[in-house]
């Protein structure tokens, strides 16, 4: 049984928790919002293992390493960029 709880305001990563609710397999997890604006659906499980710490929009990032290895102090704002650009995130 898990012994850690998430509650609502909780960051994960670059996803902080929004709302309580259960997946398309009816299993726990949280609507959380990604800092580039992105909603998404995650399992509580995930969340509370460190596995998803993004939408997905953070570890396409990580692909450009030497861009960040350079101007670390841009991350952040690269990534929304870079997220916005792939249309999706
Ligand atoms: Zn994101």
């Known amino acids: ?13 670059h996803l902080t928790a929004q709302e309580y609710t259960r997946d398309s397999s009816k299993t726990a997890s949280w609507k959380c919002m990604c800092f580039c604006g992105t909603e998404v659906v995650v399992r ?32 952040d704002r690269t990534l929304v960029r870079l997220a916005k650009r792939k249309g999706q995130a």
């Open 44 to 75: 509580s499980s995930r969340l509370l293992s460190g596995e998803t710490k993004s939408c997905g929009c953070f570890s396409s990032a990580l692909r450009n390493e030497t861009y960040y290895r350079n101007h670390p102090e841009v991350v």
């Open 1 to 13: 049984m898990p012994t850690k709880k998430i509650a609502k305001g909780d960051r994960f990563g």
